[in-house]
């Protein structure tokens, strides 16, 4: 008896599972039917509704093929409303991909095509078809569309770079970009695409120098995240270490850290950081010059920094 009400329960679940959860009282059949409205604004509408939908049923091609077709809708914020539910966790069908691409390539309105970028970089490595399209957005006029399209590439991964042999030349001249956000976002797809190294360190080197605080920290992080595979940076990154910004200067010391023994030569620099007046660039050299030697970090008493 028991037996049998378990199976029950199971199967009003199973078909609450199954059935159609729609949107604000009104079913998937009528959000999709809405797609065809002749209002724009009523069609995105639908479109944010159906990506709501898919959150609960990723796997609903009747709402799926219909979003996919709403990237050809004439009206951008339409095709980005279908876009950004057809990327949602769980769907991200790559079916959307070439619509996406369209979206990129045709728009005339910038935040669009910004948004296009942003949304094939959420597909991953299901976007390698839209590497040649996005490297050539690395071009845009727009700073914003630049920063995103090398996101983009950066979060189609390693992928991007064995898809098109431009898109890490193109990412490094971006490094140079007038846009300080373009600048840093460019420096992390170049590690995310998993640049050569001689090509990505003497990148992270020159961005060291940057006229922003914050470009110099990212290189100096990056730097650390590639450990001693850097350490032919290492007297770039302790150069760093005289920054006027402590946050450069802690950045710098960490990335030292990182590398390890390799870094041996600069334990000068570093020692000398270990008496720095910010004590989060204090600790980190100290860190470092253990690190560097090869040793665990003694413990500190309560009243080191």
């Given at each position: 008896m028991a037996g049998r009400?378990?199976?029950?329960?199971?199967?009003?679940?199973?078909?609450?599972?199954?059935?159609?959860?729609?949107?604000?009282?009104?079913?998937?059949?009528?959000?999709?039917?809405?797609?065809?409205?002749?209002?724009?604004?009523?069609?995105?509408?639908?479109?944010n509704a159906l990506r709501r939908v898919l959150r609960l049923q990723p796997k609903s091609p009747a709402v799926v093929d219909?979003?996919?077709?709403?990237?050809?809708?004439?009206?951008?914020?339409?095709?980005?409303?279908?876009?950004?539910?057809?990327?949602?966790?769980?769907?991200?069908a790559p079916a959307a991909v070439p619509g996406l691409i369209e979206v990129l390539r045709d728009t005339a309105h910038a935040n669009v095509r910004s948004h296009a970028a942003s949304i094939l970089g959420a597909f991953g490595t299901a976007a390698r078809a839209a590497v040649p399209a996005l490297t050539a957005t690395l071009d845009d006029a727009d700073r914003g569309v630049r920063a995103a399209a090398a996101a983009a590439l950066g979060d189609i991964g390693p992928a991007a770079a064995s898809g098109s042999p431009a898109v890490v030349p193109a990412l490094a001249r971006l490094s140079r970009d007038p846009a300080e956000a373009v600048r840093l976002s460019a420096l992390k797809a170049l590690r995310d695409v998993g640049s050569?190294?001689?090509?990505?360190?003497?990148?992270?080197?020159?961005?060291?120098?940057?006229?922003?605080?914050?470009?110099?920290?990212?290189?100096?992080?990056?730097?650390?995240?590639?450990?001693?595979?850097?350490?032919?940076?290492?007297?770039?990154?302790?150069?760093?270490?005289?920054?006027?910004?402590?946050?450069?200067?802690?950045?710098?010391?960490?990335?030292?850290?990182?590398?390890?023994?390799?870094?041996?030569?600069?334990?000068?620099?570093?020692?000398?950081?270990?008496?720095?007046?910010?004590?989060?660039?204090?600790?980190?050299?100290?860190?470092?010059?253990?690190?560097?030697?090869?040793?665990?970090?003694p413990p500190r008493s309560l009243h080191d920094p």
């Amino acid at each position: 008896m028991a037996g049998r009400i378990l199976l029950a329960a199971l199967a009003l679940l199973t078909g609450a599972c199954m059935a159609d959860p729609g949107y604000e009282g009104r079913s998937s059949r009528y959000w999709i039917r809405a797609l065809d409205d002749a209002d724009p604004g009523r069609r995105a509408d639908a479109a944010n509704a159906l990506r709501r939908v898919l959150r609960l049923q990723p796997k609903s091609p009747a709402v799926v093929d219909a979003l996919i077709g709403a990237l050809g809708d004439p009206d951008d914020h339409v095709r980005v409303a279908a876009g950004v539910a057809l990327a949602t966790e769980g769907v991200r069908a790559p079916a959307a991909v070439p619509g996406l691409i369209e979206v990129l390539r045709d728009t005339a309105h910038a935040n669009v095509r910004s948004h296009a970028a942003s949304i094939l970089g959420a597909f991953g490595t299901a976007a390698r078809a839209a590497v040649p399209a996005l490297t050539a957005t690395l071009d845009d006029a727009d700073r914003g569309v630049r920063a995103a399209a090398a996101a983009a590439l950066g979060d189609i991964g390693p992928a991007a770079a064995s898809g098109s042999p431009a898109v890490v030349p193109a990412l490094a001249r971006l490094s140079r970009d007038p846009a300080e956000a373009v600048r840093l976002s460019a420096l992390k797809a170049l590690r995310d695409v998993g640049s050569p190294a001689q090509i990505l360190l003497p990148v992270l080197e020159t961005a060291l120098t940057d006229a922003a605080p914050t470009v110099r920290v990212r290189a100096a992080h990056t730097l650390g995240a590639l450990g001693p595979s850097a350490a032919t940076a290492a007297p770039a990154a302790a150069r760093a270490l005289a920054d006027p910004e402590p946050s450069v200067r802690a950045a710098a010391a960490f990335a030292l850290g990182a590398m390890g023994p390799r870094a041996a030569n600069e334990l000068g620099p570093l020692t000398t950081a270990m008496r720095d007046p910010d004590p989060a660039v204090a600790t980190a050299a100290a860190d470092a010059v253990a690190a560097v030697q090869g040793r665990p970090r003694p413990p500190r008493s309560l009243h080191d920094p």
